[in-house]
């Protein structure tokens, strides 16, 4: 009997990890904007707060906010233009 509670447990918790989304990094989607652009209507489509604070919602948003905030193609944002 407690071999097989055992079993069972072991079973659960296994297909309880495969259903767990593997973390990317903010660099990750910074990379991948079909992915990423995705997730943000995942994350931002629903009011439940698990999915919205979930790492990869966290890292997503965080990617977006950056890239907004820079900008994908330019470096210089920052520097004056040279005036003739």
């Given at each position: 009997m407690k071999s097989r509670f055992i079993a069972s447990a072991f079973v659960l918790l296994s297909i309880a990890g495969c259903?767990?989304?593997e973390i990317k990094t903010v660099?990750?989607?910074?990379?991948?904007?079909k992915e990423r652009l995705?997730?943000?209507?995942?994350?931002?489509?629903?009011?439940?707060?698990?999915?919205?604070?979930?790492?990869?919602?966290?890292?997503?948003?965080?990617?977006?906010?950056k890239i907004n905030l820079v900008g994908s193609e330019d470096d210089d944002w920052l520097r004056a233009p040279r005036v003739n």
């Open positions: 259903t767990e989304e660099d990750w989607w910074e990379e991948n904007e995705e997730k943000l209507d995942e994350c931002l489509g629903t009011d439940d707060d698990m999915v919205r604070k979930s790492p990869n919602c966290v890292n997503a948003i965080e990617a977006r906010d």
